[in-house]
């Protein structure tokens, strides 16, 4: 079923096979695959385009609720036809590495906001004529595994209940361009990727959620703005240095010879202002991220300044960054690390620089990334 519809693949084939369903096709193979999760469900979604989200109600080994498990049954009605031919020439720009049951496990996980990810094929109906379909086991070896937690999690909320009819935006997926849902789905494997290891390694974590919003804002950005609008945004106080100093004829040469920093740095914290969520409905009593604008806005550019060190320096993310949260006074874990300063294998942080932890931007990004998606479908029902 990895096998491409077309000679030109430029969409993830997960769209394609619902708008090759909304066209009319017909589904000449239905397969059913387990996708892995240590959340807890309740409900099923049916009949979601050609997708079908089945309760298996899961008890675990050792009477754990948080264990991994294979929670939902993933109903797939494959309406796209198989071809094997593979063109001569390069195109990967849709490319992310999984096959489309892992494009609709990130979607799934983006959606909810928790750990899944697709485990094996267990049956495929319509190869022949047995009504019940045909047990599968070839890729039975490659079942997830999730690390055994040493440490407080990373991310508590990842262990909550959560409501399959909550599936229900999913439905707005095959209204967006074939770009549109490339971008998206990329954004999505990368966030869902991030969720998985942030217990066992945050550092790596910390990358991959960084590069969902990358994915995401170099999609949304339309480059509309020049070199100098984007060195304002990004480094406002030397411009307004140069310019208080009558140096102001300067900024545009400046600006031309950074085009390729501020280009990444602006469209990164330029997307995470525009559509960060609001402020959870919880919060701790203390050390609690400041919500205003401005601060908000520092708080990005700084991670990506920790991303660009992690990537091109070999300087992971700051360690207080990557702790697990406390909790507060009132039970709410706190938003970014505590204390003036921290200091541990010769390296030390002031508090002011480590603007929050790794749960803090998960919930940022998941929220800017799903504001983001509503955008483009309340655009296209604005055009039609």
């Known amino acids: 079923m990895e096998g491409k519809g077309t000679s030109e693949v430029t969409a993830p084939l997960s769209w394609s096979n619902w708008k090759a369903a909304l066209g009319g096709s017909v589904a000449p193979y239905v397969i059913e695959m387990r996708l892995y999760s240590d959340a807890r469900f309740v409900g099923e979604k049916r009949n979601l385009g050609p997708y079908s989200f089945l309760n298996t109600v899961p008890a675990t080994r050792h009477g754990s609720s948080d264990e991994l498990k294979p929670s939902i049954v993933l109903r797939t009605e494959w309406h796209i036809a198989n071809d094997v031919s593979v063109p001569l020439d390069t195109n990967d720009s849709h490319y992310h590495g999984g096959t489309p049951f892992d494009e609709v496990a990130a979607l799934v996980a983006l959606l909810l906001d928790v750990r899944v990810v697709a485990g094996p094929v267990d049956r495929e109906f319509g190869l022949d004529d047995d009504p019940l379909g045909r047990p599968r086991a070839h890729d039975a070896s490659h079942q997830p595994m999730l690390p055994a937690l040493r440490k407080p999690p990373q991310i508590p909320r990842l262990n909550r209940t959560c409501h399959l009819n909550d ?33 066992t390694s945050p550092e790596t974590s910390w990358l991959l959620l960084v590069a969902a919003v990358e994915t995401a804002a170099n999609h949304w950005d339309g480059d509309v703005r020049t070199d100098v609008e984007r060195l304002r945004f990004s480094f406002e106080p030397m411009v307004r240095y140069l310019e208080e100093r009558g140096a102001e004829e300067h900024v545009p040469e400046i600006a031309k010879y950074l085009s390729g920093v501020i280009g990444a740095t602006s469209k990164f914290t330029t997307f995470m202002v525009e559509f960060s969520p609001k402020e ?22 700084a991670i990506y300044q ?79």
């Open 167 to 199: 599936l229900g935006n999913l439905g707005t997926y095959p209204m967006l361009p074939a770009a549109a849902a490339t971008a998206l789905v990329k954004a999505a494997r990368l966030y869902q990727n991030a969720l998985w290891i942030a217990d």
């Open 280 to 301: 959870p409905p919880s919060r701790p009593t203390w050390e609690k991220l400041d919500f205003e604008p401005r601060k908000l806005k520092n708080a990005f550019r």
């Open 306 to 384: 920790f991303r660009s060190r992690a990537l091109h320096a070999g300087i992971p993310f700051p360690m207080p960054m990557c702790d697990p949260p406390r909790s507060s006074s009132n039970g709410i874990h706190v938003e970014k690390p505590m204390g003036i300063a921290t200091g541990t294998l010769n390296a030390s942080w002031r508090a002011e620089d480590t603007p929050m932890l790794l749960h803090m931007f998960a919930y940022l990004t998941q929220g800017a990334l799903m504001n983001w998606w509503s955008s483009m479908t309340s655009e296209i029902a604005d055009v039609s």
